[in-house]
């Protein structure tokens, strides 16, 4: 899977998201997304722990040499694969609990975060992917290279941005306010 | 693992209790005595997901080969170990959630039951490695061999066995109440 | 109920798949579908523990002596089938808790898991009939007869081709990514 | 079981209070004291849903002509008990949620009080054994022979020595607090 | 509220619903058509603790002096109605929990069955209030008047024909089965 | 802020009704509903915890200084708003925990309720934000000015108008009730 | 009850503690001693909903006439007495959760915080009722009297006393992590 | 604070541990033990959010500038440090549920994983400092200083250290076993 996983022409991933199946992608591609806003070069796909434990072994273990930093990891139920890639690469894992059905994520909460003394999940909130992009983010920016460096900066702005839109919202609000409720 | 896991002299084992420390095993013992009131040969290791991924699923791909008709499996918290042995096995595999000092084992029953579609765990209840033992034991009782047909005939005598306690005990409380409530 | 519960002219049911209401029928119909891919003779049928509870008693009673050797039952809310069935019966019992309209299928779960030491239900995930046939599939495999042989087969092909499903899905997937998110 | 269940000498028994196991009677005693103190003749037995499932069911059917008007069963865990019990009586049952050591009687609460439509259970709190005696007093209160009569009557005089109970608390800590806070 | 809540020209009623607001109905309707089915006079009314807490506790105080020999509340939420009214009568108090818009009624359930030792109430399921009118027939039928043995005798063919309707259903799916899968 | 958050022309408002964000606002509005009410004047807007820390730091900070006498916060998750609010300034702060996508706004009532000793919130339901109003009102109304004297007196109309509501309610259902069941 | 609850001699209270038992006091009295802190006039008294409904009732419709600013009361299980109180009184009642035996204060919360729209309750966390004193102080610092004056002086001083512990804590720690881990 | 959280002599931290007060330091000192034992400089300190907000928002504004690469914090119900500082630094923060008396640490997971969309939290396990100070390892070990390669060496050999005590479990448990349970 090494090869064909890498974006030909494009610059190397440095973050891996991975998820159990496509039907988790609706919920994943935000993670997609805030790479892309910061630039960070990413790959995609499925690694399923319970279907191709095999290969998801072997992802894990192969991420750190092919130059990945960061693995974000979606699952839900008893949501396994972050911990499992957790327990065969050195690299962070970003875990993100994927709302199934029932129980509202729950049940992927608990088997993400919950994990032993020894093998550390990085846990988001329930569908929190958009921020499992961000945190995988934060997490190349520490870095000393080019990239963290611009990273860091990006994010400082990100933040900026984000207080700017909650005042617009207020500015918004205040004056819907001043119109009178219906 | 697979040769010094066998208890030499014995027969070979049928089943296969195994656990993600040796912390669980007071817990799982439990699993282990059961089989021993059915006769049903067994072997017990520690076998973690999370700090020997490659070992836990060699060990799941080669248990049906050295016989092992059924695998029994506790863990607590995140606990991966029952599914991800499933994964590998086409054995039926009995999850133990193991409870662990916070939240009662609610995340080791989660994570080992909330399985997605094609790998099934035969969960059992919090802490209940007896009842896996026994189930284990209901399981190998399904075949046609004579260890099968020795099992059923005991399963037969174990449950009219409870059946005799029960009726002892409320034979005592009759007599308890009869004398009056301190 | 013994007698026309049979399928005539079809081989013996192995598996008897029960369950309290109708209305849990089109949960519990995945469990019948996976057996049917395995090839494994089934009946189904309403066997209500609340409603009607000798007959509930005679069914578990009688099962292995009619040649079944597992028992799939689905139930809802405060779920008693499963484990009233496995107190009558030395079979196997796999229990399915079935979500009602309130609590997310969490009592049903709670009401069929935390059965008592001695009587133990194989318990899969809420909703997951279609993993209770496969979990009664591996356990009619650990068997000696044709039929176990056929089944476990089946089974390590069937986990095999789960793993070609979720390769499929991610060569899908990074082709996705690589045309771009929308 | 009906014979010697019945106090010889003693009149004959209008509540049944029955328990799983005799480890559930320093719970359910508390009922037979409630119902001590408002002489109510009761009498007291394991009475095991999974470890005697025939004689559960005869004790259910039995009950009503040997001149039981309430049952009040405890049980913990999958607590079946009750529910099973209410399936084959016509008379009103009131269910005890027994805790047991995980779960804080969570699961044993939801076991018995989520009954499907058409056999209700009169649930109490986790461990509510008084509150289940005096509930079947309440009920033996609706009647309209002498007992009831008397038993009514002594329901309003307990309610004025609750509330007087009360008031003498209320004294005494407002006489601590004007002694001033330690 | 005593005099217009009796139905002029009907018999006495002998069970009260009451419920915090008629939003409660749809789900409190449940109770009436249990009793009206049983033949047992009842009263509807909306008495709610927390809008008018002095009528409910005259409603509560005047219940067993106007004949009534059971009380049916449902509340949901922080739901104190039966709590309340179990504080002032005698009488036998069910409660049933309404689901409300969030916690799926896991905050009535508790505010219901987690009573204090002296004041019970025979708590439901979750939205159960046709088994909220089953069991108070079920205490009515306690009684030794000509209405308790009507209710008996009734109860009795009640439970024969929830057993009919679940032999018809076994029936209908054995059919189906038979017919082959979709 | 302090500028444009008053209404000019209008009186100074002593209640600041704030948010996390504008998604908030169809919740929250029923506390500024409740206030209009009762004729307290009000301000709202958006503050957030986690996008404006420094804001709204300095919002909690200048809001006696204003002339706010309660603040109402609504939030939702990781709810801090109303817990940050209450280290800052000295006034007492109502939380309105808001319901998001899953959880059923669990999590945000604990993120709100579970305060350290020393820096309370005074937390309504899930979503309440009506009675977040209410109790605001209810405090404004604890002072000794024209405005508490006004506000007391209101409650208590408002209080006995919930009562006829509630009686019009029971009118209408027993009315309902006397023509029959559908 | 309004006459022997005031300390004779001492400031007429405007803060009345109150709980359901004196059971409930080790809990409570640390609102006592908040208020204490703040030289604030308390009254404390054992009014229980389910014991003493009636005198409940008085003492909420009467505490704003005895000059009650502020009611706070704990209570546990369903707990009824705040929402009760709230019902009866224009003044913002304060509700304490107190946890009992079982489910950690779960049920107590949710029966005093999710109160219907109409009648709020100002809730603390689980055994909070330090938090529930300071809340009253705050509450009562809202006023233009000179308690109110002097209660909110000293909160602003607390609140920096707050600061300095935490300080000081900080100091101590940096200085054990300097000395090295054990 | 900035100038005496340094530990003079020492390389300048890289880590900074934060906690709500010390009585958290007995859990979080995990952190910093695993810290020592991959040689990463850490500082550790109490800043409080609700004691002392203007100097924990410092804290996280001033830590990036400081040198310091990323943040542990933990904290204990209404779990607010882990979120703010998140939201004032762009480093990465990892956030540790600590459990307090009551709820088992849900109240604290919950308020520290569900953050909103834009200010990530990396949450570990209720109680689970020593997997936030491996963590933070982790993320440090992503960097391309001298630092970094050692602690990824350091990774590596950990994780086969883990696996090598697994290993000995396993044969002391199997040992065990051999020489027959007690």
Known sequence: MTADTEMVGAPAPVVGIVMGSDSDWPVMREAARALEEFDIPYEADVVSAHRMPGEMIAYGQGAAARGLRVLVAGAGGAAHLPGMLASVTPLPVVGVP????????????????????????????IGGARNAGLLAARIVGTGSDELAGDVREQMVAFQAEL??????KGVKLRDEVARGLD
């Open 98 to 125: 994927v709302p199934l059905k029932y129980l509202d994520g729950m049940d992927s909460l608990l088997s993400i975060v919950q994990m032993p003394a020894g093998v550390p999940v990085a846990t988001v909130s």
């Open 163 to 168: 207080r700017d839109q909650a005042h617009a």
